[in-house]
């Protein structure tokens, strides 16, 4: 079955620091990946999807992350943290013919110290 | 013009009552998700309509969970007999086309059930 494995449950980082959230899946056959970001009492936002093409992709505000194949990875880096970046970040898979669904990670609450 | 809506936003429900979540898409968007989220979780999948059509319903959880999407667009999602393992937030996401494909899910602020 597919799964998506977020390691840290909480990461705290100073502000303008780097801010690097792991996401691991498995799977045979490459899924879709996805991060979302969602803020207190509100629903997800997407920040960056990899469907196709190239492997490094840039989001919103400034994140960015990385489809490694070979290491069934898909992390999400910012080079230097706001305090407005505090929130929970879910990685998450949608496989092919599927539908559509996604299948979340256990999500990262990413904390940023002033 | 807006996006995801979802009523209402709280909902505080004694246990053995029947519960009604309704989900307003983005105008035109086919396809429609429920997801429900429990405390410190992820989202997981409930069901997936493509238009009117139910076309997964694999993550309802039991018989007492049905949901419509009668004429392709608002949807609700019903609880009946409501137990206290129901209380979550469940999320509303819309997408422009159907079939998967990378489509981005454009999720609404969700109703967080409490059964006492």
């Known amino acids: 079955a597919q799964s998506v494995t977020q390691l840290g449950s909480h990461v705290s980082v100073s502000e303008g620091a780097l801010v690097l959230l792991r996401c691991n899946y498995s799977?045979?056959?490459?899924?879709?990946l996805f991060w979302y970001v969602q803020y207190p009492n509100q629903g997800l936002q997407l920040l960056l999807k990899?469907?196709?093409?190239?492997?490094l992709v840039k989001g919103i505000n400034g994140f960015e992350a990385e489809f490694k194949k070979s290491e069934t990875s898909f992390h999400l880096t910012k080079p230097s943290a706001h305090m407005s970046d505090a929130a929970e970040y879910f990685c998450a898979v949608m496989k092919y013919n599927q539908g559509g669904k996604l299948i979340f990670g256990q999500g990262t609450e990413l904390s940023v110290k002033p | 013009g807006a996006g995801v809506s979802q009523s209402p936003r709280y909902k505080v429900a004694k246990r053995g009552q029947d519960v009604a979540l309704r989900c307003d898409p983005i105008s035109g968007h086919v396809s429609l998700f429920w997801y429900q989220q429990a405390l410190g979780q992820g989202p997981e999948f409930l069901t997936y309509f493509q238009n009117e059509a139910q076309l997964d319903k694999s993550g309802l959880p039991s018989d007492r969970f049905f949901a419509e999407r009668p004429e392709g667009s608002v949807s609700t999602l019903k609880i009946q007999r409501t137990q206290q393992e129901d209380s979550a937030v469940y999320l509303c996401a819309s997408s422009s086309s159907s079939g998967g494909a990378g489509d981005t899910q454009y999720f609404g602020p969700g109703t967080r059930l409490t059964v006492l």
């Open positions: 799977s045979s056959v490459p899924p879709y």
């Open positions: 990899y469907t196709t093409g190239a492997t």
